[in-house]
């Protein structure tokens, strides 16, 4: 069955058509919005194409997207109407989705309802979903949240010691995000333990642009770094993650600055890039750290300190683990973050064998845990796309 997975963002938009697990082509739209949009596009096996081109609107540019997907020389599909079902990523589902779902007039309504919390990742969301309907309209669309997973948390997690009242009539309490990726890696754990997924306690650290680690406990997510906002938890490549939250008030006191400025200082402006001055991307701070940045090192040295307590604390929230996962771009390929994140931990039965951390093979799972280790330390790719293209088509054919 050939599925689509869109993740529609503000200015972009990714993409893989799938026949059941196997990935035919990929592909990323970039700068929406302009004359000058990029398409990157890879059928499986054949080389990347590049092209630009004007495109204003997510509609237009998932036009584009499905004419290549069905042109003589760059396409693999005979005619559009093979896709069968189209899977969105949809980033808040707030309290009403705790799975996957087809998506209705009345799923519509409830996603809408959520743009109240999440104004900046849901109305691309829907503008995806909208255009697929007008382009694809006999064809059976599937929303997967970001939130689904962490739906699980207990309240004591999620309730935020702020007045009440602002759970109840403003539904501010922690979310969590990457919930797609957090779900997939903890499955795979499990099979790589060989325990059933119901009887493990796993703590998952998905580690790229936006970093967020979770602790799940017998299949659930139990509690998540993140929050209302991806803003929560770890520090990230540009975003501040947990700081005092009268700082922000603090600045914008005495930089004059308004809401809008300050929300772009915490989520554009802070994180690595705002300790290092330097860049956002680990492998850069990696080599100026080498070569003796100062700057650099404190900002990889804040960021695997932050990771170690959060660590520390999901084996307290579960009383121990059976393995701490590492994701994500900066989780699955640098092990420097890996040997600071896990080192002098011996008192929880957690030690790497750091010889097996530093030749881990690029893009396989693997166990770089030292034999004594009580709790395995495992190096999982994730693969969001594929749990979405997953879900769409268990959706679609039971609908
Ligand atoms: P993601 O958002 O999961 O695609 O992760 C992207 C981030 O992963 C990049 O911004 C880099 O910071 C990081 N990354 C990718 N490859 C490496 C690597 N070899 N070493 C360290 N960090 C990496």
Known sequence: MKVLVLNCGSSSIKYKLYDDDQQLAEGLLEKIGTSQAQLNHTVTGRKKVVSVHEVLEHHSGIELILSTLVDGEKG???????????????????????????ITPEVLAKIEECIDIAPLHNPPNLSGIYAVSELLPKVPQVAVFDTAFHQTMPEKAYIYAIPYVFYTRNHIRKYGFHGVSHGYVSEEAATMLGKPYNETRIITCHL???????????????????????LEGMPMGTRCGDIDPAVPLYIMGKEELNQQQINALLNKHSGVLGISGISNDFRTLEEESAKGEKRATLALEVFCYKLKKYIGSYMAAMNGADAIVFTGGIGENSYTVRELATS????????????????????????VSADCSRVRILVIPTNEELVIARDTRRIAVSN
């Open 344 to 367: 002098d931990l011996d008192f929880l039965g957690i030690v790497l064998d750091k010889e097996k951390n530093r030749n881990k093979k690029r893009g396989e799972a693997e166990d």
């Open 208 to 230: 790229g642009n936006g970093s967020s680690i979770t602790a799940i406990d017998h299949g659930k997510s139990v509690d998540t770094s993140m929050g209302f906002t991806p």
């Open 76 to 102: 693999i599909l005979g005619a559009i109407d093979e896709i069968q079902a189209v899977g969105h990523r949809v980033v808040h589902g707030g309290e009403a989705f705790s799975q996957s779902t087809l």
